[in-house]
């Protein structure tokens, strides 16, 4: 299973960025997925989540700002970040609860992408 995460980069404050994640592989069904972030020096922080019916959650920092969506069909989370501040600047990573053919439930992680929020 491989989670590929894509869309970071440098953007100014007031911004917007939208970040990608696919999954792919023998994957049976996904559950949660969802997005962290971690800022230098600090702890690695959830942002949002949102269940394979669409129940979404979101960090208070991200609530109004952000949206976490996600198309089933394509085994793929987004992450829409709008009104961007550069306390945002972290490296975002996505996260997948996924069972495989004859396996048990798993949390499976991306590689991470850097957002920078900078003028």
């Known amino acids: 299973v491989q989670l590929q995460a894509s869309g970071g980069g440098l953007v100014q404050p007031g911004g917007s960025l939208r970040l990608s994640c696919a999954a792919s592989g023998s994957i049976f069904s996904i559950n949660i997925m969802g997005w962290y972030r971690q800022a230098p020096g600090k702890q690695r922080e959830l942002v949002a989540t949102i269940t394979s019916g669409g129940s979404t959650s979101y960090v208070n920092s991200a609530k109004d700002r952000f949206t976490i969506s996600r198309d089933n069909a394509k085994k793929t989370v987004y992450l829409q970040m709008n009104s961007l501040e550069p306390e945002d600047t972290a490296v975002y990573y996505c996260?997948?609860?996924?069972?495989?053919?004859?396996?048990?439930?798993?949390?499976?992680w991306g590689q991470g992408t850097q957002v920078t929020v900078s003028s």
């Open positions: 996260y997948a609860d996924i069972r495989l053919y004859g396996r048990a439930w798993k949390d499976y």
